[in-house]
């Protein structure tokens, strides 16, 4: 079974410009959800979608979006990129939200914003 | 609001012996889970473990174990006969029953020597 795939990998964007990453989950997983990883923050909590919907978000601000599709892959965008805005940005795909089930990791796609 | 604390920056063992890594939670809601993941320097998150807040005994996973200390809101990763390819940051999570957001502690890098 194939796991978490994210694409781009690696991406160096500008100030003030948008992005917008994508992630393909572990097929027949309905929930994704997205991290951003920085040395200063640590692992925080984007948001987290099923079937279509997003269930839980995180204290970001607005310039944070994504949303799922019918297959379950899923996008996330930043607009108005701001030099913090520079991490690694983890998505994770599960069965279901909540409870005992785990969540796996996809590699990641590295932003740089210059 | 949900917090876990990994007291240890940084851990040093040496290759084949055990190590214990630390992890305390704090939450309010009796329903919760509690998972370790590794991530190496690529950067994709390895699902190690997990444990549930009802389970009455220590998870396990092969070199991997939990202990997990009710009471004192502790959940301690304890990996058997180090190798060399165990060198990797390590992250505490906990998500609570009803919501679909892991929070994760600020980690423990784990370096293991020859």
């Known amino acids: 079974k194939a796991g978490v795939t994210q694409t781009p990998r690696y991406l160096i964007k500008t100030r003030g410009q948008q992005v917008t990453l994508s992630c393909s989950p572990i097929s027949g997983h309905r929930s994704v959800s997205w991290y951003q990883q920085t040395p200063g923050q640590g692992l925080q909590f984007l948001f987290e979608?099923?079937?279509?919907?997003?269930?839980n978000k995180g204290n970001f601000p607005g310039r944070f979006s994504g949303r799922q599709f019918s297959n379950s892959r899923s996008e996330m965008n930043v607009s108005t990129l701001e030099l913090g805005d520079s991490a690694l940005y983890l998505c994770a795909s599960s069965l279901a939200g909540g409870g005992s089930y785990e969540q796996y990791f996809g590699p990641g796609t590295r932003l740089t914003v210059t | 609001a949900q917090k876990i604390t990994q007291t240890q920056p940084g851990m040093f063992v040496q290759e084949k012996e055990a190590v214990t890594l630390d992890c305390t939670y704090d939450?309010?809601?009796?329903?919760?889970?509690l998972f370790w993941y590794k991530q190496p320097s690529s950067g994709e998150m390895i699902f190690l473990i997990y444990?549930?807040?009802?389970?009455?005994q220590n998870a396990t996973e092969g070199r991997y174990s939990l202990n997990f200390q009710k009471a004192r809101k502790s959940a301690n990763l304890v990996i058997s006969a180090s190798q060399l390819g165990d060198s990797a940051m390590y992250f505490c999570a906990m998500r609570e029953g009803g919501n679909n957001d892991m929070r994760f502690g600020a980690g423990t890098r784990l370096t293991v020597k020859p």
């Open positions: 939450t309010s809601d009796p329903s919760y889970g």
């Open positions: 444990q549930g807040s009802y389970d009455q």
């Open positions: 979608y099923f079937s279509e919907t997003q269930r």
